[in-house]
């Protein structure tokens, strides 16, 4: 196993702690990192982290997700989300390199899924991110005091993140039942002030020209029986959602989320290069 001795004095610590944290001596910084107006200062930072969980006569299912960005320290890396299991133990969830930032910053992502009649979920609540590079291993610990999974829906690991975009539940697509295509954008807010206004602004034409869709607070939200959110959720964030009719001859949609609220804006816009999300024909 790699870095066995490693991993067996992690796991001897983390049983000798009361609440099973990482000693936050462990979580190590780097000050060789060429660091951008939005990246982390951290070696390894939780961006953030989905839970779910559904029950369907008899079907129970759990999916957990996980966005993460590192420092790109070396080229051999390894991330991935350290998780509690039921009977005290820790397991990785390995994460996958999603896309970089630019040179000194990259975006890992993974997720895991369970599902079956009569089971319970192997994990805890629990969880920290661990990032080995160069011999080396990172910690997001959230400061010493572990992430702790208590409800379903998103929770934002990173201070600086107000408004993310969910690509699993936006869609665009053209249905033949009223021969119509629809753009459905599906995004959360960190839950700063009562006040508040997200919407979205897209363009089909390569920003030549430009709309501006109004979003709508989604106290309850369900996608299918194994997605249900309550917002706000226990992690103070906020679903909100819309959609529109789209000319049926767009084959794609570049769009960017933004959230108004205490005389501020924030952006999701996907590292400054917006999103893009191509129709599918049903």
């Known amino acids: 196993?790699?870095?066995?001795?490693?991993?067996?004095?992690?796991?001897?610590?983390?049983?000798?702690?009361?609440?099973?944290?990482?000693?936050?001596?462990?979580?190590?910084?780097?000050?060789?990192?060429?660091?951008?107006?939005?990246?982390?200062?951290?070696?390894?930072?939780?961006?953030?982290?989905?839970?779910?969980?559904?029950?369907?006569?008899?079907?129970?299912?759990?999916?957990?997700?996980?966005?993460?960005?590192?420092?790109?320290?070396?080229?051999?890396?390894?991330?991935?989300?350290?998780?509690?299991?039921?009977?005290?133990?820790?397991?990785?969830?390995?994460?996958?390199?999603?896309?970089?930032?630019?040179?000194?910053?990259?975006?890992?992502?993974?997720?895991?899924?369970?599902?079956?009649?009569?089971?319970?979920?192997?994990?805890d609540d629990e969880f920290v991110i661990k990032y080995e590079v160069n011999g080396t291993t990172y910690w997001d610990n959230n400061n010493g005091e572990n992430y702790m999974v208590n409800g379903n829906g998103y929770q934002f690991g990173k201070p600086e993140l107000k408004v993310s975009v969910d690509q699993d539940f936006t869609s665009f697509y053209y249905s033949q039942y009223g021969d119509k295509s629809t753009f459905n954008i599906v995004a959360d807010v960190r839950n700063l002030a009562p006040d508040k206004e997200v919407g979205v602004v897209y363009t089909t034409d390569g920003w030549n020209t430009q709309n501006y869709l109004p979003l709508n607070f989604q106290r309850y939200w369900l996608n299918g029986y194994f997605n249900y959110i309550n917002s706000p959720t226990a992690y103070e964030t906020e679903r909100w959602t819309g959609s529109v009719n789209i000319d049926n001859t767009v084959t794609s949609i570049t769009y960017a989320v933004v959230y108004k609220v205490n005389g501020k804006e924030y952006w999701d816009n996907n590292y400054d290069k917006s999103y893009t999300i191509n129709k599918l024909n049903n």
Request: net charge negative; hydrophobic share 30%; charged share 20%.
């Open 1 to 123: 196993m790699k870095n066995l001795i490693l991993t067996l004095a992690i796991t001897a610590l983390l049983f000798s702690c009361q609440k099973h944290d990482i000693n936050e001596q462990s979580l190590q910084q780097s000050s060789s990192v060429s660091l951008t107006e939005k990246s982390n200062s951290e070696p390894v930072q939780l961006i953030k982290a989905w839970n779910s969980s559904g029950y369907y006569r008899g079907y129970q299912s759990y999916e957990k997700k996980f966005m993460v960005e590192v420092a790109n320290l070396g080229y051999e890396k390894s991330v991935s989300a350290f998780y509690e299991r039921k009977d005290g133990t820790w397991e990785e969830i390995t994460l996958n390199y999603d896309f970089s930032i630019n040179n000194d910053q990259e975006i890992w992502s993974g997720r895991f899924s369970e599902g079956g009649y009569s089971i319970t979920s192997r994990y």
